[in-house]
């Protein structure tokens, strides 16, 4: 059963991926990339990393593509219109290199653990790794973000605003 | 149990998707979309590979070090769309544009 859920949320996974790299119409585009998301958050629970698919949810499917949706809905949709995959032999050459290199990668793999191990990401356990032996960038991350914010701000604002 | 090349392939999979999104749209939001999904395959590959990690002999546990790592590629992309999209926002405003084509100078 659960097995077969991995192959379900894979496909799902790689079909709206797909086609939110094909969509025309950026919103819709945006709208695959959540369902995108969602699978990739279901997946995080078979993994039983639970504290990531909360996150996964909350943070791409909620403020990232609230995000995008509102940058897409001020610049002008007829102008970004239009736009749809520019295949060229080169780029598919490109991409059918990357992804047998990518393949002949995992096959060289070398030994793997064959099992899972007993972890399970509960955010006590997640948090107490975060605030214990990752304190240090966990703050480097709050000084990123804040100047994110500023950054955002900044080029954001219209040109002879004070 | 699904072995551990399985999620690695899926995470490939995506991964070139989203490497095919960078190279083939033109919208300048398409081809943030498209590196938001990179980020995301590469995530899927952290936590499967912190799944199959054995445990420390010292402890008898594995530590979410991998778990930890995503939490931190969440964030930094967040902060990376929303510098981005701003940029996004600045280059229509002044160009008229979102086509990446058409952005071809650093500065005017």
Redesign the interface.
């Known amino acids: 059963m659960g097995?077969a859920l991995?192959y379900v949320f894979?496909a799902l996974?790689?079909l709206f991926?797909?086609l939110?790299?094909r969509a025309r119409n950026?919103v819709y585009?945006?709208i695959f990339?959540i369902l995108?998301?969602a699978s990739?958050a279901a997946?995080?629970v078979m993994?039983?990393?639970f504290?990531?698919a909360a996150?996964?949810v909350l943070?791409?499917a909620g403020?990232?593509m609230v995000?995008?949706l509102f940058?897409?809905m001020?610049?002008?949709l007829r102008?970004?219109e239009h736009?749809g995959?520019?295949?060229?032999p080169l780029?598919v050459l490109?991409?059918l290199t990357?992804?047998l290199l990518?393949?002949r990668g995992?096959?060289d793999?070398g030994p793997?653990?064959?099992?899972?191990?007993?972890?399970v990401?509960t955010p006590q356990?997640?948090a107490k790794?975060?605030f214990t032996?990752?304190v240090v960038?966990f703050e480097a991350?709050s000084i990123?973000?804040l100047s994110?914010?500023l950054?955002?701000v900044v080029?954001?604002r219209?040109?002879g605003e004070a | 149990?699904?072995?551990?090349?399985?999620?690695?392939?899926?995470s490939?999979?995506?991964?070139?998707?989203?490497?095919?999104?960078v190279?083939?749209?033109?919208?300048v939001?398409?081809v943030?979309?498209?590196i938001?999904?990179m980020l995301?395959a590469a995530?899927?590959a952290l936590?499967?590979f912190?799944?199959?990690?054995?445990?420390d002999p010292a402890t008898g546990?594995?530590?979410?070090?991998g778990?930890?790592f995503?939490?931190?590629t969440?964030?930094?992309?967040?902060?990376?769309?929303?510098?981005a999209?701003?940029?996004?926002?600045?280059l229509?405003?002044?160009l008229?544009?979102?086509?990446v084509d058409d952005v071809a100078n650093l500065r005017w």
């Open positions: 097995d991995f894979g996974m790689v991926t797909f939110t790299i950026p585009s945006a990339m995108s998301f990739t997946l995080f993994l039983d990393a504290l990531l996150v996964e943070v791409y403020a990232i995000l995008f940058v897409i001020l610049i002008n102008a970004a736009d995959l520019r295949v060229s780029v490109v991409a990357f992804l990518l393949g995992i096959a793999l793997v653990p064959a099992g899972a191990n007993e972890l990401g356990l997640v790794t975060l032996r990752y960038p991350v990123l973000l994110a914010i950054g955002t080029l954001a219209r040109s | 149990m699904i072995p551990l090349e399985h999620w690695l392939y899926l490939g999979m995506v991964f070139t998707l989203g490497l095919c999104g190279l083939m749209r033109r919208n939001i398409l943030l979309m498209s938001e999904i995301n995530n899927l936590v499967a912190n799944k199959y990690l054995p445990p546990a594995t530590a979410p070090d778990q930890v995503v939490f931190f969440i964030a930094v992309a967040a902060a990376e769309v929303a510098v999209l701003a940029i996004a926002m600045a229509f405003r002044r008229d544009t979102v086509n």
